[in-house]
């Protein structure tokens, strides 16, 4: 199995910025892509943010809400980054680390979730 520790969420003016980690531990064999999620209050969960990575080359993608706003990146093998500048109010909401990844040579690619971070902005 696959744990996800995330951190790095808190309380922000409009505006500012927040970084948040998460780190993969446990038992890994590969990760094929570690993604952000968020999800606010009555709304549906949605995809913030996603980096695969073949070789030396790393490949993002990210919601048009978040677009230019927000990177994402891999600092180590099992560590992912999402860095968030120009806060807005609506981007509060429960930010949680997801990989899609595999615990020995002849698993199933699963999907691991975090235990989710708040983050707030305020107006």
């Known amino acids: 199995q696959v744990l996800l520790e995330e951190s790095g969420g808190g309380l922000v003016q409009a505006g500012g910025s927040l970084t948040l980690s998460c780190s993969a531990s446990g038992s890994i064999f590969s990760i094929d892509a570690m993604d952000w999620y968020r999800q606010a209050p009555g709304k549906q969960r949605e995809l913030v943010a996603s980096?695969?990575?073949?070789?030396?080359?790393?490949?993002e993608n990210y919601a048009a809400a978040v677009m230019g706003r927000f990177t994402i990146s891999r600092d180590t093998e099992n560590r992912v980054v999402l860095q968030m500048n120009s806060l807005k109010p609506e981007d509060t909401a429960v930010y949680y680390c997801?990989?899609?990844?595999?615990?020995?040579?002849?698993?199933?690619?699963?999907?691991?979730w975090g235990q989710g971070t708040q983050v707030t902005v305020s107006s």
């Open positions: 997801k990989t899609v990844a595999r615990d020995s040579r002849w698993s199933a690619l699963t999907d691991y």
């Open positions: 980096i695969t990575s073949h070789g030396s080359t790393e490949y």
